[in-house]
């Protein structure tokens, strides 16, 4: 099944050392992870600093192989970056099933920019993997604290809703 992917995504599944040997093998083995050149982009930009960010995308780029890498026409009217641009163009273009995110503060606007595609985040990735058989509920939020850690999303809002998923109240 396909998934378009986003650097923001990308880097968070790779962002902890568990992450990168656990997460970002199941991703790319239960998905055809397709991304823009502009991802790849983005993604070699952040590999070029010397941080825990960089690693991640370091490691994704070792997967690049892995990856299948597309190309789209940016609309000149998307008022996000590059990558998510080019993410939303091709996620629709592909009439994928699944658009891969975490831009935590423009959610909302990819969402809206999606016509068939279901935008899905990290908490709902690692939801999908424990609904599947492929890792348990205790191991997904051990993955996910990390990877809140990592990415510094410890006061974000949706990510306590999201939290919420592995405590069986959603």
């Given amino acids: 099944m396909k998934l378009v992917a986003d650097t923001s995504g990308l880097v ?8 990168r040997q656990q997460l970002l093998p199941m991703l790319l083995d239960s998905y055809e992870v397709t991304v823009p050149r502009q991802v790849i ?13 960089a690693t991640a995308a370091s490691a994704v ?5 892995r990856l299948t890498i597309g190309t789209v026409d940016l609309d000149s009217t998307f008022p996000l970056d590059d990558g998510e641009n080019a993410v939303v163009q091709l996620a629709n273009s592909l009439d994928a099933p699944f658009c891969y995110c975490d831009e935590y503060n423009r959610l909302s606007l990819i969402h809206a920019s999606l016509s068939t595609t279901r935008l899905v985040t990290t908490p709902r990735l ?11 509920d205790d191991t997904a939020m051990e993955l996910l604290e990390g990877i809140a850690d990592a990415r510094s999303w410890s006061g974000n809002a949706y990510l306590q809703r ?3 998923l592995f405590e069986g109240s959603e």
């Avoid at 982009?41 to 960010?53: K, N, P, T």
């Fill in 41 to 53: 982009d983005e993604l070699e930009a952040v590999g070029g600093y010397d941080d825990s960010h």
């Fill in 12 to 19: 968070s599944i790779a962002s902890t050392a568990k992450a």
């Fill in 162 to 164: 999201a939290i919420r």
């Fill in 126 to 136: 690692l939801k999908a993997f424990v609904d599947g058989g492929l890792i348990s």
């Fill in 61 to 65: 780029l070792d997967s690049e192989p």
